[in-house]
Nanobody, 123 residues
Framework: QVQLVESGGGLVQAGGSLRLSCAAS????????MGWFRQAPGKEREFVAA????????YFADSVKGRFTISRDNAKNTVYLQMNSLKSEDTAVYYC????????????????WGQGTQVTVSS
C-alpha cells in the first residue's frame, strides 16, 4: 500500500498564497506520477494538477493555469502545489494522488489518495 500525507492547508485571504505538500511512503511504484485534486462543498472532486515521475511535464486544470504550480522532490517522495492569487472559488479540500500514469491523474482519477487538507480562501 501507498500512504499519502498532505499538509499546508489553512485559511488565507483572497489574493494570497499557500503551498501544499504531500509525502508518499510505503510501497510506491518505481516511477509514479503525482497530482492534486480538490472537492468543494456540494461539488464533485475535480482534477487540479499533475506532474510526471521525473518532473519533466506538468498539467493543470484551466481554472488554475497561471496561478498554481506543481513540483516534486523525488529524494523526499514529496509533491508540492504552490497556489498564488487565490480566489474564493479555490476553497475546497485538496487531495494528493499517486498513480503509475500521469494521464490517469490528468484524466480525473488515481489509484492512491491522501486524506485531504482544507484550503479556505476568504473574500
Amino acid at each position: 500500500q501507498v500512504q499519502l500525507v498532505e499538509s499546508g492547508g489553512g485559511l488565507v485571504q483572497a489574493g494570497g498564497s499557500l503551498r501544499l505538500s504531500c509525502a508518499a511512503s510505503g510501497r510506491t511504484p518505481s516511477r509514479y506520477a503525482m497530482g492534486w485534486f480538490r472537492q468543494a462543498p456540494g461539488k464533485e472532486r475535480e482534477f487540479v494538477a499533475a506532474i510526471t515521475w521525473n518532473g519533466g511535464s506538468t498539467y493543470f486544470a484551466d481554472s488554475v493555469k497561471g496561478r498554481f504550480t506543481i513540483s516534486r522532490d523525488n529524494a523526499k517522495n514529496t509533491v508540492y502545489l504552490q497556489m498564488n492569487s487565490l480566489k474564493s472559488e479555490d476553497t475546497a479540500v485538496y487531495y494528493c494522488a499517486v498513480d503509475q500514469l500521469t494521464r490517469t491523474i490528468a484524466g480525473g482519477t488515481s489509484e492512491y489518495w491522501g486524506q485531504g487538507t482544507q484550503v479556505t480562501v476568504s473574500s
